[in-house]
């Protein structure tokens, strides 16, 4: 079955730090991963999908990798600010018409 | 930006009553999913759906849930008989592929209160 595990469960920064999330699955068996953002009672923003035959995949300030051997994923948030201040969420495509969520970052960027 | 709408953004209702929660998929996605969210928990999988059936449920999903599309447009989820557990956010989700090529695209969820 598979389990995914986020590190840190929260993370407090002043603005401007490079941050790292990370994302540990536990079976490499996986078609693709998919990092969401979720802010307070709202719902899932898609931010990158990274493929399993991919190493990395950059959206403006975000870069996430994969090491599928591994079971590891990170999403690298560069130059961050207040309006990154969220939960964020891996989430791992199983290849069975599902998703398994981790347990999710909180963020927290102050001025 | 196509988007997955979803609607009540948010229903009290009373344990044993029934309901409907509703959302209308993008509209060239092919697999439909419902996730929940139990407060301070992960997102789980409930269900999803294909050809007008479903293609896999998970053990939450059982006899006190259901999933219909009633037309071209909705996918809803129905639950029986509500119970104080049944209270969190509902996702619905939907992709073009089943989520390989473009992943899925989430809808901003009911939050389910049972009281």
């Known amino acids: 079955k598979q389990e995914v595990t986020q590190i840190p469960a929260a993370l407090s920064v002043p603005e401007g730090e490079n941050l790292v999330l990370n994302c540990s699955f536990t079976?490499?068996?996986?078609?693709?991963l998919q990092w969401f953002r979720q802010d307070p009672g709202k719902g899932l923003t898609s931010l990158l999908l990274?493929?399993?035959?991919?190493r990395e995949q950059t959206s403006g300030r975000l870069n996430a990798s994969l090491d599928k051997s591994s079971g590891r994923s990170t999403l690298y948030i560069a130059a961050s600010q207040p309006g990154d201040s969220a939960t964020y969420l891996c989430?791992?495509?199983?290849?069975?018409?599902?998703?398994?969520f981790g347990t999710g970052t909180r963020l927290l960027v102050s001025p | 930006e196509p988007e997955v709408t979803q609607t009540p953004s948010h229903q009290v209702t009373q344990m044993g009553q029934e309901v409907i929660l509703r959302c209308v998929p993008i509209?060239?996605?092919?697999?439909f999913y419902w996730y929940r969210q139990i407060l301070g928990q992960k997102v789980e999988f409930l269900v999803s759906?294909?050809?007008?059936?479903?293609?896999?449920k998970s053990e939450i999903f059982d006899d006190q849930f259901s999933v219909e599309r009633p037309d071209g447009s909705n996918f809803t989820l129905k639950i029986r008989s509500t119970k104080l557990e049944d209270s969190a956010m509902y996702f619905c989700?939907?992709?073009?592929?089943?989520?390989?090529?473009?992943?899925?695209?989430f809808g901003s969820g009911t939050r389910l209160t049972v009281v």
């Open positions: 989700a939907s992709s073009d592929n089943g989520g390989g090529t473009n992943g899925y695209t």
């Open positions: 079976d490499s068996a996986i078609y693709n």
């Open positions: 990274i493929q399993s035959s991919q």
């Open positions: 989430a791992v495509n199983t290849g069975f018409q599902k998703l398994v």
């Open positions: 509209s060239n996605h092919l697999y």
């Open positions: 759906f294909y050809n007008n059936e479903i293609s896999e």
